[in-house]
């Protein structure tokens, strides 16, 4: 039985003490991740689950899973800030970041569903944030209404990130229909005309066709994901 009693999350305005003292961006109000001081590159990216895997200060923890294996995170993120936030000075040498968490956006999710987990991913990355964490914002975007102004005013995926920083997006299982094709390539070129960021860290699969036109444009690293690696030998 897990240690937490799951709660209704909108008895207390959606967890309200995560955004305090937080700026909103845009219309919709989606809690700020600010832009850290120095652009740090982690030396690689491990799932949460895995993340005991390796002792290195220079990994970042990343949620590249299904929910329910950081659900902890999601209902309980003030359990974390000794692990995540209590950390030496980060520099290039020896930092401790987080990735924000990867909530999921089904396409066939209520767009009104896509927002709050937009919201929780922006409010949990900013509330590590202001608690000391190096945050890296993990970008997702799931049908066109949330990457494009198709209905809303802004482009609803990339509220909360500032512009000309750095960002971590993930491809695997992106690719597996031409109807996921589309929507990557339509959201990466949507992400890149916002956001316009100076570093992008890809968790997966970095096809040339795709992301060629963007390479003179930023710093793209790429990093396998945990499956090819295990399957490749090198956990």
């Known amino acids: ?27 919709l109000g989606i809690p700020l991740i ?7 590159i982690p030396a690689d990216i491990v799932p949460f689950t895995k993340r005991n895997r390796t002792n290195s200060e220079k990994v970042a923890v990343g949620f590249y899973e299904m929910d329910t294996e950081f659900s902890d995170v999601l ?29 999921s956006l089904y396409r066939d999710a209520p767009l009104s569903v896509q927002i709050s987990n937009i919201y929780r ?5 900013y509330y590590y944030q202001s608690h000391g ?13 949330t990457y494009t102004t198709q209905v809303l005013p802004e482009r609803a995926a990339f509220l909360g990130v500032e512009k000309h920083s750095i960002v971590a997006i993930g491809t695997y299982g992106c690719f597996k229909t031409r109807d996921d094709k589309y929507h990557f390539e339509a959201g990466l070129a949507a992400m890149m005309d ?42």
């Open 34 to 40: 600010r832009k850290p001081d120095k652009l740090i």
């Open 133 to 145: 964490a190096y945050v890296i914002p993990q970008v997702r975007w799931g049908n066109a209404l």
């Open 121 to 125: 991913n922006r409010a949990i990355g």
């Open 1 to 27: 039985m897990s240690k937490h009693k799951r709660k209704a999350i909108i008895d207390d305005g959606m967890n309200s003490e995560l955004v305090y003292g937080a700026d909103f961006d845009g219309y």
């Open 194 to 235: 916002t956001l316009e960021p100076k570093i992008v860290l890809v968790y997966g699969s970095m096809n040339e066709k795709v992301f060629g036109p963007y390479l003179k444009s930023a710093q793209f690293i790429a990093y396998p994901d945990w499956i090819t690696r295990v399957k490749g030998g090198d956990r």
């Open 75 to 103: 209902i309980s993120p003030a359990d974390y800030i000794e692990e995540f936030c209590k950390q030496p000075l980060v520099t290039p040498e020896n930092i401790k970041a987080i990735l924000s968490p990867d909530c």
